[in-house]
T-cell receptor, first 117, second 112 residues
């Protein structure tokens, strides 16, 4: 149980285009999902907290107009990178709290590798 | 603010060697502590966790004990295998349902 999926796993796009990444909790409901960004050989940095039915909470330094987050249902959150540029190239990872009796445990998606040309 | 400090890697060991990866934390209150593992090309997987002082988390031969007096959560394994080669992240959560704070990760490389 407690599986989180992400789609796509890899995406290559041209500079200036927008890219949408989906994060789904497959076998549990997640009122809260998190979006992280991981640079090569570095740790995960929290970008934003996504709450179902409300606006996301962004960390300091993260542009909310550039990284649009929508948490439309208890099993789906999306991250849209708008007008992507090469510096947005990174590994984006989502996670969700959940699973039976495990509200303090986060389950991570497999990540999405974004490359902006 | 809350933070997690891990030993710098990479850690290179021979098969069957003993492993220790140090992790210390700074937090107010009583955080939950976690070790996650990231295998090459894959996402993070929960390895083990501990939610209160003196708890010992264990999984797949790995262990870590929540030491509040030393604010530590060191990861240990008595005999590593080549398949344990991965990046290991120590993390804390200061409140159920909130985001995790990660250490920088420690790369483990095990050779046969």
């Amino acid at each position: 149980g407690a599986v989180v999926s992400q789609h796509p796993s890899r995406v290559i796009c041209k500079s200036g285009t927008s890219v949408k990444i989906e994060c789904r909790s497959l076998d549990f409901q997640a009122t809260t999902m998190f979006w992280y960004r991981q640079f090569p050989k570095q740790s995960l940095m929290l970008m934003a907290t996504s709450n179902e039915g409300s606006k996301a909470t962004y960390e300091q330094g993260v542009e909310k107009d550039k990284f649009l987050i929508n948490h439309a249902s208890l099993t789906l959150s999306t991250l849209t990178v708008t007008s992507a540029h090469p510096e947005d190239s990174s590994f984006y990872i989502c996670s969700a709290n959940g699973g039976a009796g495990s509200t303090d445990t986060q389950y991570f998606g497999p990540g999405t590798r974004l490359t902006v040309l | 603010g809350n933070s997690v400090t891990q030993m710098e890697g990479p850690v290179t060991l021979s098969e069957e060697a003993f492993l220790t990866i140090n992790c210390t934390y700074t937090a107010t209150g009583y955080p939950s502590l976690f070790w996650y593992v990231q295998y090459p090309g894959e996402g993070l997987q929960l390895l083990l966790k501990a939610t209160k002082a003196d708890d010992k988390g264990s999984n797949k031969g790995f262990e870590a004990t929540y030491r509040k007096e030393t604010t530590s959560f060191h990861l240990e394994k008595g005999s590593v295998q080549v398949s344990d080669s991965a990046v290991y992240f120590c993390a804390l959560s200061d409140q159920a349902g909130t985001a995790l704070i990660f250490g920088k990760g420690t790369t483990l490389s095990v050779s046969s």
